[in-house]
């Protein structure tokens, strides 16, 4: 095996990992509306509950890569969610469906980009932003597959087969590419620093304390500002169904729009490495924040204007998919790649706090002033994250 195919085997497993771990609560989210006698605020509360479970294991699971056990942890995280997932259909309570996805929350908090992200910048230096490009033009088709497939099978078979066929993928595609690929990528980099004093290794590695990082501005602005973004397309992303049908699309043709923000977070990213020599990474980052906040004004007005529908699947899609390359290379840039693993999982932890914290704030906006009001909320979070985020560039200056 050589690296760039083990990155596109990993770029593959965490195609499958998002479509089938995460992805497939949205595309089901009106499925289980329909078949079960639970509130929708109660629903997405669980899918609440998961993220939290990720954003706790996220910092723990960036030591773990520090210390070389990233193959181990990213695929371990998947085959248990996978098993997690596939026992959602006996759940027979929304408390036990809730309690099944805190399972799986804490996989995902140990399988996903973070994970993924940390040991790609370990172990592959400076080809480390192009393989984590790669692994995102692969992985920005995650919900094209999850989508579509979800609903087809579920709208034939019912949502239990879709349920047992994504943990299928999972489990019996997606963690033998992963495994194979993080093995050959951790031993290739143990190699090549075979030379290095082991007791030097972990003295420095034991003696690391996250509280100098904490302790930074620019971490918390980075943070945040990130986080912010994560709580309009945890928003959007979560509702995406219901919002389109809110807006006045049938079923299909949500769905289909649904389907469509995966193929322009790849076409975002292709336009980035087109600009990347010519752009700077932060002039890239800002017009994320602001090309979200814009997919909001679109998707608002589609109401009105329905072919606004097609701008905001390109702008939400693009500015999300791109933000996922920046985060990991922007945190980078401003707190160095020293112990990468632990800073990236504390970066991530408002991020998935936000993102957590997205589904049920969705449905609790819609309740209080439908999805009119939630559009109005994600906007102003894309542009509360866009002040953050230039904060944390000027106190890294």
């Not at 923000?261 to 994320?288: D, F, K, N, W, Y």
């Not at 701008?311 to 401003?334: C, D, N, W, Y």
């Not at 632990?342 to 819609?366: D, N, Q, T």
């Amino acid at each position: 095996m050589t690296a760039r195919r083990a990155i596109i085997f990993l770029a593959i497993g965490e195609t499958i990992y998002w479509a089938g771990l995460y992805y497939i609560f949205a595309a089901l989210l009106v499925q289980w509306e329909a078949a079960e006698p639970w509130p929708k605020t109660q629903i997405t509360m669980a899918f609440t509950g998961a993220i939290l479970m990720a954003a706790i294991f996220a910092p723990i699971a960036g030591r773990q890569i520090d210390r070389g056990n990233g193959p181990k942890v990213l695929t371990f995280a998947a085959l248990i969610g996978a098993a997690l997932v596939a026992l959602l259909p006996f759940a027979n309570s929304v408390w036990m469906f809730g309690a099944i996805w805190l399972g799986v929350g804490a996989c995902l908090g140990g399988c996903l980009y973070e994970t993924c992200f940390s040991l790609i910048t370990r172990t592959r230096g400076d080809n480390a932003r192009r393989d984590i490009t790669l692994v995102t033009l692969f992985a920005g088709l995650a919900g094209t597959l999850s989508f579509p497939l979800s609903n087809a099978i579920s709208n034939t078979y019912g949502w239990h087969a879709a349920i047992w066929t994504m943990a299928g993928l999972v489990a019996f595609v997606g963690v033998p590419l992963v495994w194979h690929a993080t093995s050959f990528l951790e031993k290739e980099y143990q190699k090549e620093n075979a030379a290095r004093d082991d007791e030097t290794k972990e003295t420095h590695s034991s003696t690391f304390d996250i509280r100098r990082v904490l302790s930074k501005p620019a971490f918390w602005f980075i943070a945040i500002g990130f986080a912010m973004l994560g709580c309009n397309h945890g928003v959007i992303i979560n509702h995406i169904l219901p919002i389109l049908t809110d807006r006045g699309l049938t079923g299909d043709a949500a769905v289909l729009a649904a389907s469509m923000i995966g193929p322009m977070q790849v076409a975002g990213r292709l336009a980035m490495m087109a600009a990347e020599r010519r752009v700077s990474s932060h002039a890239i980052t800002s017009a994320c924040f602001v090309g979200v906040a814009c997919a909001g004004a679109a998707l608002y007005f589609s109401a009105v204007v329905p072919a606004l529908v097609v701008a905001f699947v390109i702008l939400q899609g693009s500015g999300h998919g791109v933000t996922s390359i920046m985060r990991p290379v922007i945190t980078k840039e401003i707190l160095g790649t020293q112990n990468f693993g632990a800073i990236s999982g504390a970066v991530a932890v408002p991020y998935l706090l936000a993102w957590a914290a997205a589904p049920v704030a969705g449905s609790l906006l819609w309740e209080a002033g439908g999805y009119d009001l939630a559009i109005i909320v994600v906007i102003v979070s894309a542009l509360t994250g866009l002040l953050f985020y230039r904060a944390a560039v000027h106190y890294s200056s």
